[in-house]
């Protein structure tokens, strides 16, 4: 991949990259000193009037469509009269006027293709490149629609180019990256694939499948298939590069290069947004001043005097062989669990902005794939997620489409009338404000409340033993500082999830579920919360109020309307009959994956069909569809 978005950490308000002027040539120091705040109205404007010009343009190919629609039914009633009429009339060779007819259309229709191709769009083309060239010297006032990166910057070091390479986004891969490395390099890289695909090869057929005989590892056809694969990798790699793919490939890693240089020099933060879909870029300064105020106002954190990597480690181990020793796990299960001291690291902390909220907050994020206590955390969420899923499935919605399923039973079950309610509200930083030792104590009761007391030979307590030391060794590296978090869980450790879950299993049955009537439905996306509800608006608030002061941690917004959006899908009551469309969060860019990306092409065949897909499954009326392909149309053509 090009530049590890999430990763660099390069010492960053929506804005046009063309719009702010670059800094000229000067000094370091003077330069440096001209990168400002870039004002936060301007911003606000800036978003406002690229939300009009796409609103503007999607009711523009609404009219063209509408037209069409109208110009292709007064045809076909043409054609049907016309066929009526003329099918008495037959030729000596027993053709219809109608069939003449239609081949002179046919011919008719292939030449005004032709026309429009060699002819009109060219023309077109030229006049539409001197309008860009006449508007040139004021292009500094457009507002363009496309998805551009985010600068938190009153002016910049970046060239148009840079610019418009980081508007690709944060999924965008250089393309042939490979081809520019030493031919060493690449044989390395030869060597390294055949291995790994000639391991997984040989693992598949030495285990028993479907009756079939295994073949062992040691026969001579792997040294003849792994040599036909040499061959064929060293082909794919060493072949040379078309002029024109060699010189883009060398352009981008010369703009990636510079854009890495710039913001080691400008002292620049680069990340991807939380929602948005975008990057971003701000000061150094800014992004450590929000760091700290979020670690004030949560005081989830604190900061160690040294590395604890080793200490927990040893903690780890120590835990492990105790359990052992006591016959509380098995051999297998402590080698899973198992850290490999060599492989080990500590855990990372990193923000993304909210470039969706005032003042551009920061959503924490800690990287736990190579922590101590990942394989712990892993085998504990293999063990309990299962059975979350099977004893929960009623109060857990899973996507989109299940919120529809589910809301389409409650209809036929004859509750929804003209007055329904659709009541929706999410916890605020769940995550962090999850209490660890009252989290496992109700993860206890969930195991005792379904007779779970053993689990694949590992009693309750052993559980909440090895889940004690997940959140208790969440330790990890900020910036040059060692922290440990002592309040919630690490955001980013998979049996934080299911230990959240199984928090809001307990805090919905006594906030919410004991005073919503049994034949509502009521279902929990994690922190995402969606009810039906026949009572009036006044009375739900009080159950939301009285809900928001039912635990110290747990602080809800809601939203009570008979229009609501939950996830991705937006749910409508229109006197007593549900309507649905696909819902785009205002955060949200009209960003995909980048055509020019250097993904694999079945990637881009996917992006479209999970698109179109999504809109036949939410869309209850045609019309509704018909909004969401032209919102897919224009997202792909802004995605080039």
Same mark, same amino acid.
């Given at each position: 991949?090009?530049?590890?978005?999430?990763?660099?950490?390069?010492?960053?308000?929506?804005?046009?990259?063309?719009?702010?002027? #670059?800094?000229?040539?000067?000094?370091?120091?003077?330069?440096?000193?001209?990168?400002?705040?870039?004002?936060?109205?301007?911003? $606000?404007?800036?978003? %406002?009037?690229?939300?009009?010009?796409?609103?503007?343009?999607?009711?523009?190919?609404?009219?063209?469509?509408?037209?069409?629609?109208?110009?292709?039914?007064?045809? $076909?009633?043409?054609?049907?009269?016309f =066929?009526?009429?003329?099918?008495?009339?037959?030729?000596?060779?027993?053709?219809?006027?109608?069939? *003449?007819?239609?081949?002179?259309?046919?011919?008719?229709?292939?030449?005004?293709?032709?026309?429009?191709?060699?002819?009109? &769009?060219?023309?077109?083309?030229?006049?539409?490149?001197?309008? @860009?060239? @006449?508007?040139?010297?004021?292009?500094?006032?457009?507002?363009?629609?496309?998805?551009?990166?985010?600068?938190d910057?009153?002016?910049?070091?970046?060239?148009?180019?840079?610019?418009?390479?980081?508007?690709?986004?944060?999924?965008?891969? +250089?393309?042939?990256?490979?081809?520019?490395?030493?031919?060493?390099?690449?044989?390395?890289?030869?060597?390294?694939?055949?291995?790994?695909?000639?391991?997984?090869?040989?693992?598949?057929? #030495?285990?028993?499948?479907?009756? @079939?005989?295994?073949?062992?590892t040691?026969?001579?056809?792997?040294?003849?298939?792994?040599?036909?694969?040499?061959?064929?990798?060293? *082909?794919r790699?060493?072949?040379?590069?078309?002029?024109?793919?060699? &010189? +883009? #490939?060398?352009? =981008?890693?010369?703009?990636?290069?510079?854009?890495?240089r710039?913001?080691?020099?400008?002292?620049?933060?680069?990340?991807?947004?939380?929602?948005?879909g975008?990057?971003?870029?701000?000061?150094?300064?800014d992004?450590?001043?929000?760091?700290?105020?979020?670690?004030?106002?949560?005081?989830?954190?604190?900061?160690?005097?040294?590395?604890?990597?080793? =200490?927990?480690?040893?903690?780890?181990?120590?835990?492990?062989n105790?359990?052992?020793?006591?016959?509380?796990?098995?051999?297998?299960?402590?080698?899973?669990?198992?850290?490999?001291?060599?492989?080990?690291?500590?855990?990372?902390?990193y923000?993304?902005?909210?470039?969706?909220?005032?003042?551009t907050?920061?959503?924490?994020?800690?990287?736990?794939?190579?922590?101590?206590?990942?394989?712990?955390?892993?085998?504990?969420?293999e063990?309990?997620?299962?059975?979350?899923d099977r004893?929960?499935?009623?109060?857990?919605?899973?996507?989109?489409?299940?919120? &529809?399923?589910?809301?389409?039973?409650? %209809?036929?079950?004859?509750?929804f009338?003209?007055?329904?309610?659709?009541?929706?509200?999410?916890?605020?930083?769940?995550?962090?404000?999850?209490?660890?030792?009252?989290?496992?104590?109700?993860?206890?009761?969930?195991l005792?409340?379904?007779? *779970?007391?053993?689990?694949?030979?590992?009693?309750?307590?052993?559980?909440?033993?090895?889940?004690? %030391?997940?959140?208790?060794?969440?330790?990890?590296?900020?910036?040059?500082?060692?922290?440990?978090?002592?309040?919630?869980?690490?955001?980013?450790?998979?049996?934080?999830?299911?230990?959240?879950?199984?928090?809001?299993?307990?805090?919905?049955? $006594?906030?919410?579920?004991?005073? /919503?009537?049994?034949?509502?439905?009521?279902?929990?996306y994690?922190?995402?919360?969606?009810?039906? *509800?026949?009572?009036?608006?006044?009375?739900?608030?009080?159950?939301?109020?009285?809900?928001?002061?039912?635990?110290?941690?747990?602080?809800?917004?809601?939203?009570?309307?008979?229009?609501?959006?939950?996830?991705?899908?937006?749910?409508?009551?229109?006197?007593?009959?549900?309507?649905?469309?696909v819902?785009?969060?205002?955060?949200?860019? /009209?960003?995909? /994956?980048?055509?020019?990306?250097?993904?694999p092409?079945?990637?881009? +065949?996917?992006?479209?069909?999970?698109?179109?897909?999504?809109?036949? @499954?939410?869309?209850?009326?045609?019309?509704? /569809?018909?909004?969401?392909?032209?919102?897919?149309?224009?997202?792909? &053509?802004?995605?080039?």
């Amino acid at each position: 991949m090009g530049i590890p978005w999430k990763s660099w950490e390069f010492h960053g308000n929506p804005g046009n990259p063309m719009e702010i002027p #670059a800094i000229p040539w000067k000094s370091r120091q003077s330069r440096k000193s001209e990168i400002r705040r870039f004002p936060l109205v301007k911003q $606000q404007q800036y978003k %406002i009037i690229q939300e009009a010009k796409r609103t503007w343009l999607n009711i523009n190919v609404d009219a063209h469509e509408k037209k069409y629609q109208e110009y292709e039914h007064q045809y $076909q009633q043409d054609l049907k009269q016309f =066929e009526f009429i003329s099918s008495t009339h037959i030729d000596t060779n027993d053709t219809t006027l109608f069939n *003449c007819f239609l081949l002179y259309i046919g011919h008719r229709i292939h030449r005004l293709k032709q026309e429009i191709y060699y002819e009109k &769009l060219p023309v077109y083309r030229r006049k539409f490149v001197r309008l @860009r060239r @006449r508007l040139k010297p004021t292009k500094k006032n457009l507002v363009t629609i496309a998805p551009i990166i985010i600068l938190d910057l009153i002016r910049h070091p970046f060239t148009v180019a840079e610019l418009a390479y980081l508007s690709r986004g944060p999924t965008y891969i +250089r393309p042939n990256q490979s081809a520019l490395r030493p031919s060493g390099q690449r044989e390395k890289q030869v060597d390294k694939k055949m291995n790994d695909i000639i391991n997984k090869v040989k693992n598949y057929m #030495a285990n028993v499948y479907d009756g @079939r005989s295994k073949i062992p590892t040691t026969v001579p056809m792997y040294k003849f298939y792994s040599e036909r694969l040499r061959t064929y990798l060293l *082909c794919r790699y060493m072949i040379p590069l078309p002029l024109m793919d060699q &010189l +883009r #490939a060398r352009r =981008e890693l010369k703009l990636d290069k510079s854009i890495r240089r710039k913001l080691k020099n400008y002292k620049l933060v680069l990340r991807e947004t939380d929602k948005s879909g975008v990057l971003h870029i701000g000061h150094a300064r800014d992004y450590e001043r929000k760091a700290m105020e979020y670690r004030e106002k949560t005081g989830a954190h604190e900061e160690l005097t040294s590395n604890p990597l080793d =200490e927990i480690f040893y903690q780890v181990i120590q835990l492990l062989n105790k359990l052992r020793s006591a016959n509380k796990i098995s051999v297998p299960q402590k080698l899973k669990m198992m850290p490999i001291r060599n492989k080990i690291e500590l855990a990372y902390m990193y923000f993304l902005h909210k470039s969706h909220k005032k003042g551009t907050p920061l959503r924490p994020i800690i990287n736990t794939i190579h922590a101590a206590t990942t394989q712990i955390s892993k085998h504990l969420d293999e063990l309990i997620r299962p059975l979350f899923d099977r004893y929960a499935r009623h109060t857990t919605i899973v996507d989109g489409v299940d919120l &529809l399923s589910r809301l389409h039973k409650y %209809i036929q079950n004859g509750y929804f009338n003209s007055s329904t309610l659709f009541v929706a509200f999410d916890i605020t930083n769940l995550y962090t404000i999850l209490p660890q030792e009252e989290s496992l104590v109700i993860l206890a009761e969930f195991l005792h409340v379904h007779h *779970c007391d053993i689990i694949q030979g590992i009693s309750i307590d052993t559980i909440l033993d090895l889940g004690r %030391i997940v959140p208790q060794a969440n330790a990890f590296v900020y910036g040059k500082k060692f922290c440990r978090q002592i309040i919630g869980s690490a955001m980013g450790s998979v049996f934080t999830l299911t230990l959240a879950n199984i928090f809001m299993w307990k805090w919905e049955r $006594q906030a919410i579920l004991s005073k /919503l009537p049994a034949h509502e439905f009521y279902g929990r996306y994690i922190d995402d919360i969606f009810f039906t *509800c026949n009572e009036s608006e006044t009375k739900v608030k009080k159950w939301l109020e009285s809900a928001n002061q039912f635990h110290p941690n747990i602080k809800l917004t809601y939203t009570i309307a008979k229009s609501v959006p939950f996830l991705d899908v937006l749910v409508c009551n229109q006197n007593g009959i549900l309507f649905s469309s696909v819902y785009h969060k205002p955060a949200a860019e /009209l960003s995909l /994956l980048s055509f020019l990306s250097d993904h694999p092409r079945h990637v881009f +065949r996917n992006v479209i069909q999970t698109a179109l897909m999504r809109a036949i @499954r939410y869309s209850s009326t045609f019309e509704a /569809l018909n909004i969401e392909r032209r919102s897919i149309r224009l997202t792909l &053509l802004l995605n080039e």
